[in-house]
DNA sequence: ACTTTTTGGTTTACAATATAAACTATTTTA
DNA sequence: TAAAATAGTTTATATTGTAAACCAAAAAGT
């Protein structure tokens, strides 16, 4: 039977952070925006929804006078990244 | 930059749906039910809009005076599948 | 100096999606 | 022959994703 797949990480944009995420000690918002081609606000939205999860940790403070955003993937996230590729394995071995 | 992932594959159920059906020449809805562990109800519409995509064909009969809805994938459903797990597999190697 | 644009976001409203509940029709069983 | 099981479909609702609208500050133009 197939495993159920956790539906934070079954999402384009929010699967798509992680990866970049678990690549990178960190990452700030614009960065993210730009490799994951996505706009400002869906991105505010679902980073959201992952630090609420606790998968990221966000970091609000200022750089030359403008907002700076700062993500990091937490142990959790990593742990729940990994299990979901996991559990996608079943789906997508061919 | 990552690619976008054909939203019609990426649903559990779906992309559960399509990996039942890459392994076996055909497959009928029960089991299809019974294998993703799904509601015939949500089984019923994910089906139907593989269906319209091109993904899978649907074939309906009668076996022992019951109903039988018998499911194959395409080629067209076959390429999209390959493709989909082309594109995830830049957002899952670690 | 002041108005426009850009940067770096957030909030909110709407569209799309997934899912379950309710329903239909036939068949089997008690 | 009434009840329950089989094999689904249709419809309504809850959830989700996404974009549009918005906000504040800084930079750039005039």
Redesign the interface.
Known sequence: ??K??D?LL?S?LR??VM?LL?TVESADFTWLRE???STAGNLSVQLDKLSEAGYISIEKSFKAKKPLTTCRITKKGIKS??EY?NS?K???K?
Chains 1, 2 share one sequence.
């Open positions: 039977m197939l159920d797949l539906p079954h384009q699967l798509g990866s678990i490799k994951t081609n990244f990994e590729v996608l079943d789906y997508i061919t």
